[in-house]
């Protein structure tokens, strides 16, 4: 299927596998810069996990593939997103249940105090949790568990932690990175915004306009596997952009890398609100799914079908064939190094993205990526064309 009524050319100065943000930037940026250029999608809609669409006869947008919220400090990259939509004040805030009790994320004074039945002061938390005896000191904590029994001791660790952490990526949290842990916000004060970034809220009308300005007049092949063909996309390219799996780019020669993925069941009720905010996490073990998302609160601006309301429950499971998160143990880096090491004799293919750099990247940050490699390539081939002139 074409989109925007292209027609494909023999030839490109670029083809781009996949429509994803960097697949979509690097394209839109080629573009501007006057190069020729035709974007294939595997799947039936371009955005890639960033896609949303209007749930039947609600006008509550819903993102197919889990919340997706934009967030960032990066001018630039706010900037540039800018150019193609306007964002609502939307502000994070995660809630997450535990032993039938309803706590605010990411742990917070509010989350200390009541789950120890205190009254804590910012400055009595960190002597507070030592004294208690659970925090366990470690200089170079190992994993995920050592770094978070390290920060918030194991109480903490244990209710909210642990078995969401085994749901979410099949694995004992010992067998994580502490890098992971990382990512997750801790603070000694009431403040309850998951993001501390500058910038951040939801792309008024959803994600898929985005894409749709972004790739307004470039050819776009949807349901296109560019693995059945290969050799044929690239004779047809000056360069490729790949942001498919980077294993499945070698044909898996070094092994296939670990990736986590998440299965959604999609529920429509009779009801105005059904759990007052857009995400809730269940941290218990014995609670299958590991959130629900429900994306009517996503938009307070709009305004929806009466007693309407949609929910999504996520479940985790390895599924190497939807990559979603990169598992990123000892084993993948080590096979990630074999392949890296194989990228670097493609000249003619540009890596970019979650799936190709086997990164954990927030939106923000694949769309940093895109306009560096891409602005990087397009200079240089400035320069190359120069060259060739004179």
Partial sequence: MLLNGGLSVKRHDYIVVGSGFFGAVFAQQAKEAGCSVLVIEQREHIGGNCYSYDYEDTNINIHKYGTHIFHTNNDDVWRYINRFTEFNRYQHR?????????????????????FFGVKLRPDEVETFITE????????????FEE?????????????????????????????????????????????????NDRYQGIPIGGFTPIFKRMLEGIPVE????????????????????YTGPVDRYFDYEHGRLNWRSVRFEFDRHDLEDYQGTSVMNYADPDVPFTRIHEPKHLHLEKSHTPNTTVTIREYSLRDNDRPYYPVNGDADKAMLAKYRE?????????????????????????????????????????????????
Avoid at 226 to 236: M, N, T, V
Wanted: a positive charge; charged letters at 25%.
């Fill in 222 to 241: 949807t349901g296109v596997d560019f693995f059945r063909d290969r050799e044929h996309w690239l004779g047809r390219c000056g360069k490729l952009v």
């Fill in 147 to 195: 770094k978070a029994i390290s920060m918030i001791g194991r109480e903490l660790y244990e209710a909210f932690f642990k078995g969401y952490t085994m749901k979410q990526w099949g694995c004992s949290p010992t067998e994580l990175p502490a890098s992971i842990f990382n990512r997750l916000p801790i603070r000694s004060s009431y403040h309850d915004s998951y993001f």
């Fill in 94 to 114: 995660v809630l997450t249940t535990h032993q039938g009790t309803v706590y605010a994320m990411p742990v917070n004074l509010g989350t200390i105090n009541q």
């Fill in 132 to 143: 208690k005896g659970s925090r366990e000191h470690l200089d170079s904590p190992a994993n």
């Fill in 342 to 390: 194989m990228e670097s004799a493609e000249e003619k293919v540009i890596f970019g993205g979650r799936l190709a750099e086997y990164k954990y990247y927030d939106m923000h940050q694949v769309i940093g990526s895109a306009l560096q490699k891409a602005r990087k390539e397009l200079s240089d081939r400035e320069k190359r064309s120069a060259s060739i002139s004179t």
